[in-house]
């Protein structure tokens, strides 16, 4: 969840509770309901490491709250994991999170990161040709295992496409 | 020296109750040898923007060069002319002569771009049987597969060794065996220097290119490198994903 709330903090800064409903709205049901203590202990070690930093704001007749907010090298470690080509599972993906919430960053907007992921699909389904056209015939199991990753990549590409229609 | 060169193309269809701009400001060069891609999603400009390129649909502004001549102010007949030389040109919606066999679709074209006839029926003859076609030679059109009558159109445009192949979705209609030849033939031809603009749904298709220019909305949003990455086993390669 760390670079999820680094993201949310680049927008504005916020406490705890604000971010764990600035998830809710902008996931809906794409994520699971976060749990309150868990953002708690994900800010504290964000804190830790330097990403985030908090001031105590004070309110009449309530105890203070804690206000995070982005710092330089937060900012810089969100700028990594935005940038970076995601590896791994489909469905909801790490590409997806940066997708959903890319605006909120400033770093790159929809249309840039989908191109840059259609190209990055390319390159690994140009591997996979490379590897298809090495690969015997004989190696019946292997080819079966390079044209499922083959079908995988192709559907994630029409799924960028609907993306692409829906979102840019 | 760029093989073609389009400068802020346009395309407005005005025959309809509205004007539809199909294609807005495309620039785009490609270099001798380059394996372009063109995706996008249906009616972002694809097809209108091959055809513009091979002259088979009129520009409404911008400027085409191709082989560092100027194409677009050219008359129906010169290009034409043009065309039979230089282009290889494979439609979505493929259109084989249908009166003539399957072999003499395939040689026409090289007969036309001024091959003799022992040239050109080597020509059918080796790209018939790149794609598993040898057999059907003899046939008409309207005897085959919507896959066979596909290959025949590829054989077709590659039959003149033109300056630029132009193919609009040529494995559309293909099942898995069959793309396998028509990405092989691709890949040779490519290797042996033919330059190729290509769009293509298919992403085993489009992953052959040198490069991928992405439409959307009529104008280009992306226009990149595909990267070459790492070879190993398919365990390692796709494990690693
Ligand atoms: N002859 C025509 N008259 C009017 N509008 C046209 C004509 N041909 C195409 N269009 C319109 O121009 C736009 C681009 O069409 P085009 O055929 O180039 O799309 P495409 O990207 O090739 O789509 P597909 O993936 O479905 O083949 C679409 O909105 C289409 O409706
Ligand atoms: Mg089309």
Redesign the pocket.
Known sequence: MRPHLLALLAKEPAHGYELKQALEQTFGSAYPSPNIGQIYVTLGRLEKDGLVRAVDVEQSNRPNKKVYYLTAKGRESLTTWVEEPTEGPRVRDEFFMKLVLAPLTGIADRMALINRQRRHYLSLMSDLNDLLARTPAADRVALLLIEGAMLHLQADLEWLERCQEDLA | MSVIKAVNLV?I????AVP????RGVDLQVEPGEFVAIM??????????V?MLGGL?ARTSGEIWLDDKRVDTLSESAWALLRRKKIGFVF?FFNLVANMTVADNVELPALLAGASPREARERRQNLLGALNLSERADAAPGQLSGGEQQRVALARALANQPSVLLA??PTGNLDSRNTRDVLRLLTEVHKDGQTIIM?T?DARVAALADRLVS?FD?AIVDDGRIARRRTGTAGEVIDLR
Not at chain 2, 13 to 16: A, C, D
Not at chain 2, 20 to 23: D, G, L, S, T
């Open positions: 395309k269809y005005s025959g309809g539809v701009p199909a294609v996008g999603p249906s009616g972002s400009g694809k097809s209108t923007l055809h649909d979505q609009d979705e769009v749904h439409l009529g």
